[in-house]
């Protein structure tokens, strides 16, 4: 199934360049209204780690819903039924997910620093709170996808439905970047990885029940 | 209307009578807020309970109709949702009007108000959801999917956000060691229990109206269940 979504997306390359160019032009909006230099000293770390985790967010939900959507439009959702079990097909399209918004934050995150001048004092705490955020949001959207691409409206309804989901994802992953920014102690970010990790699980368990229920009906 | 229910409700009419008086002439006043305000924690708590109470209403609700595809539990689960929207917004709208008497401010992003909002934000979604699916029995079951995902990600809001974040609310009555933290005048926590259960006898009350009407509706679009 992993394999099945990366040849497809490599083929036509629309979450790609949607992902991409949506996360490039909200930076660029933001870098140029805001920049690092019209932020006080004293908030750049808490005002820069929720712009960072907005623009990722909203950067990512241009793409994400896909996953599922595209199977319904193109009308292939009836033959995934019968040739793949939910359980695959959930994990297939949740490491496509989780690929594509790793993929982002290795763009986005960098050009982010450029722009906004954000410098992390302890990058390892950056990168463990950078890949918890993706697994957790990836398992959240993944299962929002599934949802909403058997509704009618599906793309706006994607952002209606994950906002409230990833709300306390996000609020702990940007106290986790905004540690990693000012302490060079790792185990600061140990309280928001805790809570990312847990929500996270809670999320993967959950869909893992409920997923078969969505996909077959 | 059988006559049990009548005298269900006389009661129901009676206790909240009860409540209002006590909430402003019983339970003394509150030490440390400005004027009076503090009484509107006899209300707004209940409210806010209420809504967390439907939100577990539409969890049973919805893990009923996945279990035995009935279309009356995804109306259940529906006015659940609905009246806990209604209360949340009272719950928010009460908090705020305290908010602005105390702090001189309708809105302080305290933990405990991001968790109201993003319930909120929550059962408006499920409405969107719902609105979305033609079918009623798929309509149904997405619609329960997402509850139940949406409940699971809930107590990190309750109990992990507000206790990482400093807020303006008192302490939670279960503390963070465990502990049962209760620092209310006894007269003040009588009027607070006594409000909790009126607040939860109107929303099953509401509830039950509530799911009378769906059940009538499904009998008239589908001849009965």
């Known amino acids: 199934m992993f394999r099945k979504e990366v040849v497809s997306e490599l083929r036509s390359r629309v979450a790609i360049s949607s992902v991409g160019l949506f996360a490039l032009t909200t930076l660029v909006a933001v870098a140029y209204q805001i920049g690092p230099y019209r932020i006080h000293e004293q908030d750049r770390p808490h005002l820069q780690a929720a712009l960072l985790w907005i623009i990722l967010f909203f950067g990512a939900s241009s793409g994400l819903p896909r996953v599922f959507v595209k199977e319904e439009d193109a009308h292939t959702a009836k033959t995934l039924r019968l040739a793949a079990r939910p359980g695959a097909v959930l994990v297939g399209k949740f490491l496509f997910n989780l690929l594509l ?13 450029v722009f906004m001048g954000f410098a992390p004092r ?84 959950t869909s893992g029940f409920l997923f078969p229920v969505v996909w077959h009906d | 209307m059988t006559n049990g229910k009548k005298v269900a409700l006389a009661l129901l009419f009676f206790w909240f009578c009860l409540v209002i ?70 719950a928010t709208v009460s908090g705020s009007l305290f908010a602005k008497v105390m702090w001189g401010s309708f809105w302080n992003w305290d933990p405990r108000e991001i968790s109201i909002a993003i ?22 079951s997405l619609a329960a999917a997402y509850a139940i995902l949406a409940f699971v990600t809930m107590p ?68 009965g269940e």
């Open chain 2, 156 to 223: 990190f809001l309750v109990f992990v956000v507000p206790r990482i974040y400093w807020s303006l609310h008192p302490d939670t009555i279960i503390s963070a060691q465990g502990t049962v933290n209760v620092q209310m005048e006894p007269r003040m926590f009588q009027v607070l229990l006594g409000s909790v259960l009126g607040f939860s006898g109107l929303f099953w009350w509401l509830y039950s109206l509530e799911v009378r009407l769906a059940r009538l509706n499904l009998w008239r679009e589908h001849g």
């Open chain 2, 21 to 90: 008086w006590a909430a402003f002439f019983y339970a003394p006043r509150a030490v440390g807020f400005k004027g009076e305000s503090a009484r509107i924690v006899f209300f707004h708590v209940p409210q806010a309970w209420v809504a967390v109470l439907a939100f577990c209403v539409n969890l049973v609700a919805s893990l009923r109709f996945l279990r035995h595809r009935r279309l009356l539990d995804d109306a259940r689960a529906a006015a659940a949702a609905r009246l806990g929207l209604l209360f949340a917004v009272l």
């Open chain 1, 101 to 113: 918004l790793l993929g982002l934050e290795g763009f986005l995150v960098p050009l982010f620093g």
């Open chain 1, 122 to 205: 302890n990058l390892l705490a950056l990168l463990l709170v950078l890949v918890a955020g993706a697994v957790g949001l990836a398992a959240c959207a993944t299962m929002v996808a599934a949802i909403i691409s058997r509704a009618t409206g599906s793309s706006t309804l994607f952002v209606v439905l994950a906002v409230p989901l990833v709300l306390p994802l996000l609020v702990f992953l940007i106290q986790g970047t905004r540690m990693a920014a000012t302490t060079p102690d790792l185990t600061a970010i140990g309280p928001a990885l805790q809570a990312v990790s847990s929500l996270t699980g809670v999320t993967l368990v």
């Open chain 2, 119 to 140: 319930l909120l934000l929550v059962y408006a979604a499920y409405f969107a959801l719902r609105q979305a699916v033609n079918d009623p029995e798929r309509r149904g």
